[in-house]
């Protein structure tokens, strides 16, 4: 469970509000215009974007204070930053060894989060020969062999087609119940949202909006919300 207790976050000269805890165990959307601020409170989490006030806990403890690399969070970006001489199976493995020295049990760790993401019969490839799918599955690989408890999306899947978004976005939803991960996914797709989100966070006028059912929000949209999914009628 993630709790964000009346923290300010400061991004350069912009703030955003957050009091509100999100369900562990689960997918929650965040959504909202752009520049409303789902990235600054994604980037809070992980220690990017500091906490002017408050504090945010994770399953009870508190992690505002404590470096990135010690927080119990991993981020996917759109972006997925692969490196183009390395095979797919490397390139999962830096995200246990930076240096690629790998022990017998970190080689098996590393088959394993391929197979959970279907991609071992292509793990001697590299980077150029999979499509953007299985490049965004290779980076999803990587990201869960850091087998941190909160998983982070920041628009992820947004370059993919309309097939590979379902097939991402079932994948996360699978893990996220498999591996019982608190997972914020950032998206400006409703559709994504509703699919795999039961609850999702608004961000709006400098606050993120506490979690409502992802359902009831898009069929009954706030006026704000309205305007950006652009359902409100011109007067
Ligand atoms: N380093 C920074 N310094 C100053 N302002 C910043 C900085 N980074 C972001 N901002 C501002 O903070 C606000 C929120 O940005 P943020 O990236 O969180 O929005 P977003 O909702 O994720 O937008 P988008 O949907 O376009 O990605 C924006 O107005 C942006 O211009």
New binding site residues.
């Given amino acids: 469970m993630i709790a964000f207790n009346s923290a300010k976050l400061a ?4 703030t955003l509000n957050a009091d509100l805890s999100v369900l562990g165990g689960t997918c929650t959307a965040v959504i ?9 409170l994604l980037m809070a989490l992980a220690g990017f974007v500091p906490v002017a006030r408050g504090s945010i806990h994770v399953a009870e403890k508190r992690i505002d204070d404590l470096p990135p690399a010690d927080r119990p969070v991993s981020i996917l970006f759109q972006d997925h930053n692969l490196f183009g001489h390395l095979t797919v199976r490397d390139n999962v493995a830096l995200g246990l060894r930076p240096n690629l020295s790998l022990s017998t049990k970190d080689r098996e760790r590393v088959d394993e989060a391929l197979a959970q993401v279907d991609l071992h019969d292509l793990a001697d490839r590299r980077p150029a020969a999979l499509s953007g799918g299985q490049q965004q599955r290779v980076a999803l690989a990587r990201t869960l062999l850091r087998d941190r408890p909160v998983l982070l999306l920041d ?1 992820p899947f947004a370059a993919l087609g309309p097939g590979l978004r379902l097939e991402m976005l079932a994948l996360v939803a699978r893990l996220t119940e498999e591996r019982a991960l608190t997972t914020l996914m ?1 998206t ?1 797709n409703p559709e994504d949202a509703a699919r795999i989100c039961p609850q999702a966070i608004v ?1 709006t006028n400098g606050h993120a909006v506490p979690p409502q059912p992802t359902q009831t929000l898009l069929a009954d949209p706030p006026e704000d919300l309205a305007r950006y999914l652009g359902r409100t009628t011109p007067q």
């Fill in positions: 991004n350069g000269g912009f909202g215009a752009s520049g409303a601020g789902k990235s600054t628009e950032v400006h961000v």
